[in-house]
């Protein structure tokens, strides 16, 4: 991923929502915008797939050719998700993740290209925001992986998987602090091997390139996510397994 070529972005408004968008798919999101907001054309799309999350998400086409999307209405969790649930400041989260995303992309982490952020006005502090991200075809969150896995080798080839993801989110710097098992997606990678993305960018923060403190907290906080669904869900998540990942993460 090394020399990936950046997408040229546009900034323009619709009304009072604010746009950054992919020049490529400006078009048709003006025309979505120009009827309602972009994660309500979502949701009602008759070929939307829903996928779960804080909130649901819908993978959709967008018009003007601009190809299929995630859609998703920006949320807050924790003890903030009681103040403010979808309220947000400028700048709003679709920026952050814009900028980290393509921080990452050009560092060789594996992250869906951002198609584009809208933010919608409520009073003059606060807006509400939706993000579009480029679909990443046939892929499974970790949690399903895992609960899938009926054999030794397609164990070791998730788990390995995994330990590249946390190696590129260390030798870029990127401190995730949300990182769990539902924001890696794992698809088919060239030959038998898979291939980890790391979804949900908005809240990584960039520090030393190469930091072991910021491999060591990565590992623990997915460490925390696997542990979590073994004991709540049952995920098949050995002793084992952990040592492995442990060990493989810091090669």
Same mark, same amino acid.
């Given at each position: 991923m090394i020399g990936l070529a950046i997408p040229s972005y546009e900034r323009f408004q619709v009304g009072g929502a604010r746009v950054v968008a992919v020049k490529v798919c400006s078009a048709g999101i003006r025309e979505v915008l120009e009827k309602e907001r972009l994660y309500e054309y979502a949701a009602r799309q008759p070929d939307a797939v829903p996928l779960v999350g804080r909130a649901p998400v819908f993978a959709v086409n967008l018009p003007g050719g601009c190809g299929r =999307?995630?859609?998703r209405h920006n949320m807050r969790g924790g003890w903030m998700a009681k103040v403010s649930k979808d309220l947000f400041v400028l700048p709003t989260r679709g920026f952050r993740e814009l900028i980290a995303s393509l921080r990452l992309r050009a560092s060789g982490v594996s992250t869906p290209e951002v198609v584009a952020y809208v933010s919608y006005p409520i009073n003059w502090a606060f807006r509400r925001s939706d993000v579009a991200t480029r679909e990443i075809p046939n892929g499974h969150d970790l949690s399903v992986a895992l609960a899938k896995i009926t054999d030794h080798?397609?164990?070791v080839? =998730?788990?390995?998987?995994?330990a590249k993801l946390l190696r590129d989110l260390a030798q870029a710097g990127a401190h995730h602090p949300d990182l769990n098992l539902k924001n890696v997606l794992l698809t088919a990678g060239e030959g038998p091997d898979l291939e980890a993305h790391v979804l949900d960018v908005d809240r990584v923060r960039f520090t030393s390139p190469g930091s072991p403190i910021v491999a060591k907290a990565n590992l623990d906080r997915l460490i925390r996510s696997l542990r979590k669904w073994r004991d709540l869900h049952e995920l098949p998540y050995s002793a084992e397994d952990e040592e492995y990942l442990r060990l493989r993460s810091i090669e």
């Open positions: =999307v995630v859609v080798a397609h164990r080839m =998730v788990l390995d998987a995994i």
